[in-house]
């Protein structure tokens, strides 16, 4: 591109970034703070995995150019090259410094290369970095984050270098340049310009005319998949009935662009009937939101380790879930960690394959698929998604139904309730460990009572979704209660044992206990009044009243 139409594609096009700043610097401009913007636009390129940070003097913050007289003799501006290189991390300088004479005045164009992998770059010995528009030293889990990608290999950008246009599916070619005209609408017409090669080296499926793994896995013809080998592009669909035993099956390889389309025509998507509760809900929907559907299974795609050799599945059942997984660690950690954060995923597996497949409208990378998900099942009432991560695997479960009728209507009747507040009230009615951090949120919101690990819904939720007598049943008497009637057992009958105790008290303990902690609470509370000397154990291990 034309340095004149870079600078107009960064001044009109480009949206705010942390790789791009403008500055008047009508007549000067500190010399420490363009070193300063230099390490921080250069480590920021590199978390963005961007080829480029771009600082511009002559522009002012509204991106009109009002011209800059800094260093106007070229000798005295190409020898900041130099200057700059004397104090940074192993003399990394400019890419280069552009000059651009505009009608509205003289504009410096400084071309900043990302931090190398595993390399941040220092100015004067500090490390720096941007927070939105503010200039900010770098902070220690940014660096760390660069310094890990020195043993960091993205699989999706390695070259298939015996592969041609030829081994890619025309019709996949064809959707792909369709996808990509919708998501950059306003280059409709260069697109049409552009011959395949320089089309699949814009959407980021090739590198200097040469087809990558990614543009396989996506476009590439059936028989082409060898080429990626030992990875393989396939995702298998099988419909399982309600006993867990399989019915049917099909395999789909690549082209993964057109085949996704082909997945979920294989899916039953049946219409689901609620339970009527006045009005409440509506009458019936699709069991799975078209969405979430092709969502989970583009995530799969886009975060599937192909190092591994594993296939992707998504199995249909009976019971009513969609069980999607892909071979690979889930790399946020948590499913509570991206829902928790408000900032785009930090890092991806296949950076080239995902950059690629957001220029093909399959996902965005702003990290709300996810969120979208889970705000998609709250609206219909229906269980939170499960994601299951273990064993170099991540799994995740849709429910297209309602489990429980007085969870749908503690989602319907408190709007207001977070969805991560949703995320782990979900825990609590399928009766999942909660850790102590998220104990701790629950109980400070007043959403659930009792003791660790046996959490349950409060009194206050409980009224309010008329769940009064789980309620108590889960619950159960208290210990007061306990030792009422086991005192009251003996006043009447003198003696007792401790099965005599357990077969009038343990059906009335709280449901959330097992038979083991129910009977662990019954000699318990023997003990207790046994140091209190209220009662005592014969040599026939039978209770009774102590001093009667």
Known sequence: MHIQQKLF???VEQPETEILEFKEAKNNYDFDKLGKYFSALSNEANLSNAGEAWLIFGVNDKRNIVGTQFRSSPADLQSLKAEIANHTTNRITFID????????????????????????????????????????????????????????????????STATISDLEPLAIEKARLQYKVKHSHLVEQIDQWDDITFLNKAKLAINGNLTNAAIVLLGKAESEHFISPAQAKITWILKDKDNLELDYQHFSCPFLLNVEAVYSKIRNLKYRYIRDGSLFPEEIEQYDPYIIR???????????????????????????????????????????????????????????????????????????????????????????????????????????????????????NPELSLFDILLLDK????????????????????????????????????????????????????????????????KFKTGTREDFERIILDKLPDILSDTQKKSKIRNILQLLKSKEIIEIDKGKSWKLKNV
Request: glycine share 6%; net charge neutral.
């Open 428 to 491: 609590v009615q399928k009766k999942k460990l909660l850790a102590d951090d998220e104990i701790a949120h629950l109980r400070a919101k007043g959403f659930i009572e009792g003791r660790k690990p046996n959490v349950h819904i409060s009194s206050n939720l409980a009224h309010e979704t008329a769940q009064q007598t789980d309620y108590m049943r889960q619950r159960g008497i208290d210990n007061e209660y306990c030792r009422k009637m086991i005192v009251d057992y003996l006043t």
């Open 9 to 11: 594609s960064l001044c």
């Open 295 to 413: 969502e989970a299974l583009n995530n799969c795609i886009a975060h599937q380790d192909y190092t591994l050799a594993g296939r992707i599945n998504v199995v249909e059942n009976d019971a009513g879930t969609l069980v999607f997984s892909n071979a690979g660690s889930f790399i946020p950690g948590s499913v509570e960690n991206v829902i928790q954060q408000d900032a785009p995923q930090e890092q991806y597996r296949n950076p080239f394959l995902a950059n690629a497949m957001v220029n093909l409208n399959m996902i965005d990378t702003i990290g709300s698929g996810i969120k979208r998900i889970f705000t998609i099942q709250k609206r219909r009432f229906f269980p939170m998604p499960d994601y299951s991560i273990d064993n170099n695997r991540v799994i995740v479960t849709i429910t297209g139904k309602v489990l429980d009728v007085a969870y749908a209507k503690l989602l319907a009747t």
């Open 97 to 160: 410094i552009h000059e651009v004479m505009t009608d509205s005045g003289r504009v410096v164009m400084f071309q900043i290369p990302p931090a190398p992998n595993g390399l941040p770059i220092a100015w004067k010995g500090h490390y720096y970095g941007r927070d939105g528009e503010e200039l900010q030293p770098l902070n220690l889990e940014e660096i760390d984050r660069i310094r890990r990608k020195a043993t960091f290999v993205d699989w999706s950008a390695g070259l298939c």
